[in-house]
């Protein structure tokens, strides 16, 4: 494209009229015409027309003239013959003599006479006889008579135009009329071809002028229109003609700079609408991450902030917005996200730059001056925003927003750097509870690269089998014995270290398997290695009991968790009665209902269910008799505490007094001390879990434990029965 525009343009160039000399200008035309074919079709038509019609003419004239050198030459012959004719007395007398012939031969043309008597009788011949014309009686007198060879001429004078009593036959020598002929054909030639030339020139000239110029103009003008139609280069005459052509010109450079201006309006149109497209969000009209991205590389390029001066850039998320998309629908989360973005551009400052980066997330950047109160401000201000309920078709939304600010140039110097970091603190804050700020600081980033190392390292540690599990026993308070046993992931990372690696802890590597998506494979070993454990265990002798095995949400909602357990159990023989399954309260936030009818049909399979970390997390009371769960599990953390924490102790025995209306057991795990144990007793808890009793130990080491402590149980057990 550029390079026809390029070719085009340098093409026209050298058809404008350079600065010429009054007489190159004069003839300026001129040089365009022999390279014209119209004109020289219509010069050579006109010049061929030319040559016809005077060729016509001249076909018509070239008789009559020879006629009239004819009639010349008879008459001059006439008068000599007259002249020298002498009038004759007696009948036979030679009226002309040889010697008088001879005379007039010298003198005219005439060569040869025959004299006839009035009575057309032959009397005399003289010179050359060989006459064709005779007057002899009987035989028609023809007028005047030529010789093929043109050379001769034979004419009769009758006595009357002789003035004597003859009539004479004579031959005269005609070759001087047939030259004469010839050189008046010649003449006319020259004079035909002269003409035609004089009337073709001007003719060109004329057509030039008139014709061939403006039609190169209008051929460069419609030319240069198709090269560069939006800026074609039009030229006018120098002299505007007021005929046909002269308007056609008229007429065309019109259409080509409408033309050329309604293409460029519709370029500015085409490029307005690209450049919305490319830069801002339709929903909201707001500017979308690119234009955000662009406006603060050109910021920081330019150096446009004064000492002191600072950029805030705020990114913000909407809390849950997944589960207001797919619960109430995507109008309702456009209309919301469109009321968000409107709240968002009012509680903040006129200079601030809002733009929405992603489905759910706006970006805000505005300027702090030295005396600005800080990005505490404008996160204030958002939490501000959103604080009333967002009303769309009758419905109201109490939107939550995370948000993550960093700050140029001191969380970094380069824009897509500072996006970054504005986005680690809002996962932190996301992390964190949600609803809530976080400011970057180096300690997330590297935070972040030690996550991305463990996702490399987890991903080799499926291969090289280095997760495994250990187990940790659950019991009855009443009776002591072994009622349980949770299972739980070690990952043993082999390193270039002293030790030779080391156990990396379940709550950094799990996050990141779920994140990743990688607990599925994960959860899948987890599961068949503990029911293999178990039925190994039951067929090994061991007295039968629940295998606690944790369920990551992820695997509730992104992987066929109901038919992978039925399969496990199949494949293991494990009695489903002998499994249970830990969920914490979060996989009922995706989505409830989902999460609800797969407890059903978990539960249908015959495998008991727990609520894992109970009390920690968000629990709908209304719910929680609908899910068919068999368990409550008392987060550790209130175990902990309750002792010296009366809060944690209020909530210890709420949980168990809740758990048993519900008609579930209760388990409370980090039962660390005998205190521990004494006081869930006094509660009445009806199992307990914790380091009191043994860390969580590997398969093996698990079955020495359990084999001893049921040894000594039932030592024991006999010793009470004996007293
Ligand atoms: P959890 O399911 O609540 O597991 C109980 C955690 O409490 C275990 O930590 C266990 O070692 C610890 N614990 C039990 N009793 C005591 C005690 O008396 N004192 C103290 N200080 N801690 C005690 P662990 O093994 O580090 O596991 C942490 C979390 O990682 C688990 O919490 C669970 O949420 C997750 N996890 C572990 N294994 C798996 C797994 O296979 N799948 C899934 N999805 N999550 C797992
Ligand atoms: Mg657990
Ligand atoms: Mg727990």
């Given at each position: ?15 404008q ?7 190159s ?47 010349g ?28 012939f ?17 009575g ?38 009758l006595?009357a ?19 004469r ?40 003008n ?32 019109d ?6 201006s ?20 339709s929903?909201?009209?707001?500017p ?8 603060l ?68 950047m ?24 967002v ?7 109490q ?60 991903r ?13 026993p ?5 009776t ?17 270290s ?25 959860g ?33 909602h992104r ?26 309260e ?17 539960h ?47 909530i ?35 199992e ?36």
């Amino acid at each position: 494209m550029s390079r026809f525009n390029h070719h085009g343009e340098q093409k026209i160039e050298t058809d404008q009229p350079q600065p010429q000399s009054w007489l190159s200008r004069a003839y300026a035309p001129t040089h365009h015409i022999w390279k014209s074919s119209i004109s020289w079709r219509i010069t050579m038509a006109v010049f061929l027309t030319l040559l016809l019609v005077e060729t016509m003419v001249l076909i018509f004239t070239v008789p009559s003239y020879e006629k009239e050198q004819l009639a010349g030459l008879q008459e001059i012959s006439r008068s000599a013959l007259a002249f020298s004719l002498a009038d004759i007395k007696g009948q036979d007398s030679d009226p002309l003599t040889e010697k008088g012939f001879a005379k007039l031969k010298n003198n005219s043309q005439i060569e040869g006479v025959v004299i006839y008597t009035v009575g057309n009788e032959p009397k005399w011949r003289y010179g050359d006889q060989e006459l064709f014309l005779s007057l002899a009686s009987g035989k028609e007198i023809p007028a005047n008579y030529r010789w093929h060879n043109n050379e001769h001429y034979e004419v009769a004078y009758l006595s009357a135009d002789l003035g004597h009593p003859y009539n004479i036959v004579a031959k005269i020598n005609a070759k001087a009329v047939e030259s004469r002929v010839v050189g008046y054909i010649r003449q006319n030639l020259w004079i035909l071809l002269f003409m035609s030339g004089f009337v073709t020139s001007v003719l060109m000239l004329v057509l030039s002028m008139w014709l061939l110029e403006p039609m190169i103009l209008l051929r460069n003008n419609l030319l240069s229109a198709a090269r560069n139609p939006e800026k074609p280069n039009i030229q006018n005459l120098k002299k505007e003609l007021h005929d046909e052509i002269g308007m056609a010109i008229r007429i065309a450079n019109d259409l080509i700079r409408q033309n050329a201006s309604s293409l460029k309006r519709l370029r500015v149109q085409a490029e307005d609408k690209i450049h919305k497209l490319a830069y801002f969000d339709s929903l909201t009209g707001l500017p979308n991450r690119v234009y955000f991205l662009e406006q603060l590389e050109e910021l920081i390029k330019n150096k446009a902030l004064a000492a002191g001066e600072s950029l805030a850039v705020l990114s913000v998320d909407i809390d849950h917005f997944k589960d207001i998309n797919d619960t109430m629908g995507h109008e309702i989360g456009d209309k919301l996200l469109e009321a968000i973005g409107k709240r968002l551009v009012k509680s903040l400052p006129d200079n601030a730059v809002i733009a929405r980066a992603s489905a759910d997330e706006f970006m805000v950047m505005s300027l702090l001056k030295p005396d600005h109160p800080g990005s505490a401000v404008l996160a204030e201000n958002i939490f501000g925003a959103m604080a009333e309920p967002v009303s769309i078709l009758q419905e109201s939304f109490q939107v939550r927003v995370s948000i993550g600010v960093s700050n140029y140039p001191t969380d970094g110097l380069e824009a897509r750097q500072i996006l970054k970091n504005a986005d680690i603190a809002l996962n932190r804050a996301k992390e964190e509870g949600r609803d809530t700020v976080r400011y970057y600081s180096q300690a997330f980033d590297d935070a972040v690269h030690h996550r991305f190392q463990i996702l490399r390292d987890l991903r080799n540690a499926m291969n090289q089998k280095e997760l495994h599990l250990h187990y940790h026993p659950q019991f009855d308070l009443k009776t002591g014995a072994i009622v349980g046993a949770e299972a739980l992931l070690r990952w043993w990372h082999p390193d270039n270290s002293k030790e030779g690696g080391k156990f990396i802890p379940p709550i950094e590597f799990i996050p990141v398997a779920e994140q990743a998506g990688l607990i599925v494979p994960i959860g899948e070993y987890v599961l068949r290695t503990a029911c293999e454990t178990n039925k190994a265990w039951q067929k090994k002798g061991l007295p039968p009991f629940r295998m606690a095995v944790n369920i990551s949400g992820v695997q509730f909602h992104r992987g066929d968790i109901v038919g992978l357990v039925d399969t496990v159990l199949k494949e293991t023989g494990l009695d489903p009665h002998w499994l249970e399954l830990e969920v914490t309260e979060s996989v009922f936030m995706e989505n409830m209902q989902a999460a609800i009818d797969i407890l059903h049909r978990l539960h249908q399979l015959g495998v008991e269910l727990a609520i894992d970390d109970f009390g920690t997390g968000y629990s709908s009371l209304s719910y929680l008799r609908q899910f068919p769960i068999d368990r409550l599990k008392v987060d550790q953390s209130f175990i902990r505490n309750a002792l010296i924490n009366v809060d944690d102790k209020m909530i210890t025995r709420t949980i168990i007094t809740l758990g048993h209306s519900l008609d579930l057991k209760v388990i409370a795990e980090g039962v660390e001390t005998v205190e521990h144990e004494t006081f869930l007793k006094e509660l009445n808890c009806d199992e307990v879990q914790g380091f009191k009793y043994t860390r969580p130990i590997p398969a093996d080491k698990f079955w020495d434990f359990a084999v001893e402590y049921n040894r000594v149980l039932a030592k024991n057990n006999s010793k009470l029965a004996s007293i």
